[in-house]
């Protein structure tokens, strides 16, 4: 069964430190998106992207976000100088392969620690 | 998007059936019920979806009354793995669209 993979697993930084979290979406599918959990809380939605641009981002995607699809197959989020209170678990998602409806199918995450 | 209320947790034995109610009175006409399930440390992995009635599959059934206003996830049989936090969210069933996640219900099955 495809699946979304993400690397890395786990990530340790410091404060003020820019990051990239990559994932690999399931081919052929459209849309993308991030999310992300901080520890003990709800997931929430950071940004959708689709056609190669952004489609929606939330409050907490501010301008230390990005977002990238740099090939065919990866999705990066990148944010600038990192934040004690970025350290979460950050989920990529895939949806929309024609034909089979909108189920976002979600990677294992990445663990970010800033320290 | 509708406001969903679950239960915080529930806790079941092996073997059981479990059922998972979720209310959301206000529910739109465009609307679809999704359940998600979440292990620790992992990504929320979808488990069923419903617009009314009954829905199976192989891993659960969703049953939605003719009013919309709640609707049931049951697991039948439920094991050690089933160890999780169960998610109910009701948006439109667009492409692109956001998910909204609750607090979920945190179900622990016990041997």
């Known amino acids: 069964e495809p699946e979304v993979t993400q690397t890395p697993s786990h990530q340790v930084t410091q404060m003020g430190q820019e990051v990239i979290l990559r994932c690999v979406p399931i081919?052929?599918?459209?849309?993308f998106y991030w999310y992300r959990q901080i520890l003990g809380q709800k997931v929430e939605f950071l940004v959708s992207f689709y056609n190669n641009e952004i489609s929606e981002k939330s409050e907490i995607f501010d301008d230390q976000f990005s977002v990238e699809r740099p090939d065919g197959s990866n999705f990066t989020l990148k944010i600038r100088s990192t934040k004690l209170e970025d350290s979460a678990m950050y989920f990529c998602?895939?949806?929309?392969?024609?034909?089979?409806?909108?189920?976002?199918?979600f990677g294992p995450g990445t663990r970010l620690l800033v320290l | 998007l509708a406001k969903t209320t679950q239960p915080i947790s529930m806790d079941s034995y092996e073997g059981q059936e479990v059922n998972i109610t979720c209310s959301h009175n206000?529910?739109?006409?465009?609307?679809?019920i999704t359940w998600y399930q979440q292990f620790p440390s992992q990504g929320p992995r979808f488990i069923i979806q419903?617009?009314?009635t009954k829905v199976t599959n192989e891993v659960a059934s969703l049953f939605i009354p003719a009013d919309r206003k709640s609707s049931t996830l049951s697991l039948p049989r439920v094991s050690l793995s089933d160890t999780a936090v169960y998610y109910c969210?009701?948006?439109?069933?667009?492409?692109?669209?956001?998910?909204?996640f609750g607090q979920g219900t945190e179900l622990s099955v016990k041997p």
């Open positions: 419903g617009y009314k």
């Open positions: 969210l009701v948006g439109p069933a667009v492409q692109g669209g956001k998910l909204i």
């Open positions: 081919s052929n599918h459209l849309y």
């Open positions: 998602a895939s949806s929309g392969e024609v034909g089979l409806g909108e189920t976002q199918y």
């Open positions: 206000n529910i739109a006409t465009n609307d679809y």
